[in-house]
T-cell receptor, first 112, second 114 residues
Framework: QKEVEQNSGPLSVPEGAIASLNCTYS??????FFWYRQYSGKSPELIMF????GDKEDGRFTAQLNKASQYVSLLIRDSQPSDSATYLC????????????FGTGTSLTVIP | DAGVIQSPRHEVTEMGQEVTLRCKPI?????LFWYRQTMMRGLELLIY????????DSGMPEDRFSAKMPNASFSTLKIQPSEPRDSAVYFC????????????FGSGTQLSVL
């Protein structure tokens, strides 16, 4: 399977701070990039997606993509305790079908 | 709108028994994926279907695992015989295959093989 790498953490930030989550991928043919949030005991939930180089903002979340460096990141501004979860990076390629590969996730704890 | 529906939510069985997991994708979605999640390996893609046809089953760990999608609204993942190392959470997900589409996950099946 294609490689998607994330720092496993855990990452701890104080409430109100910016949390920065990083992901690298090995397949240069990858075309779509996603961030999922997974609370303990729950299923992954899509929170951001990005297809083009640059930044994409949605509320407190910003996804950043650099295809040349094969790097995608997620910034969470004004972090809240409710943001405490595992964040999964997923990469998709339609070159050979419609496959999605996930990193192992980064555990984030926001400290009140 | 109902999301991806999986059953059962929990399954406890003994080694050697057959296990069948079920999934109903979101209506109108034409891609369906089976993932397995463990602490050690994270989310692993087992198999996926486009328009009910298996496209890639290279992630299926062994011949003990099989998956079917007889129609657009139903899929099964079967393990026969089950082994303790199969214990994991199995997720089904669906998407609309037009390239770069988003995955929506079911609530998962927690499988414990004793």
């Amino acid at each position: 399977q294609k490689e998607v790498e994330q720092n496993s953490g855990p990452l701890s930030v104080p409430e109100g701070a910016i949390a920065s989550l990083n992901c690298t991928y090995s397949d240069r043919g990858s075309q779509s990039f996603f961030w999922y949030r997974q609370y303990s005991g729950k299923s992954p939930e899509l929170i951001m997606f990005i297809y083009s180089n640059g930044d994409k903002e949605d509320g407190r979340f910003t996804a950043q993509l650099n295809k040349a460096s094969q790097y995608v990141s997620l910034l969470i501004r004004d972090s809240q305790p409710s943001d405490s979860a595992t964040y999964l990076c997923a990469v998709g390629s339609s070159n050979t079908g419609n496959q999605f590969y996930f990193g192992t996730g980064t555990s984030l704890t926001v400290i009140p | 709108d109902a999301g991806v529906i999986q059953s059962p939510r929990h399954e406890v069985t003994e080694m050697g028994q057959e296990v069948t997991l079920r999934c109903k994708p979101i209506s109108g979605h034409n891609s369906l994926f089976w993932y397995r999640q463990t602490m050690m390996r994270g989310l692993e893609l087992l198999i996926y279907f486009n328009n009910n046809v298996p496209i890639d089953d290279s992630g299926m760990p062994e011949d003990r695992f099989s998956a079917k999608m007889p129609n657009a609204s139903f899929s099964t993942l079967k393990i026969q015989p089950s082994e303790p190392r199969d214990s994991a959470v199995y997720f089904c997900a669906s998407s609309l295959w037009q390239g770069n589409e988003k995955l929506f996950f079911g609530s998962g099946t927690q499988l414990s093989v004793l």
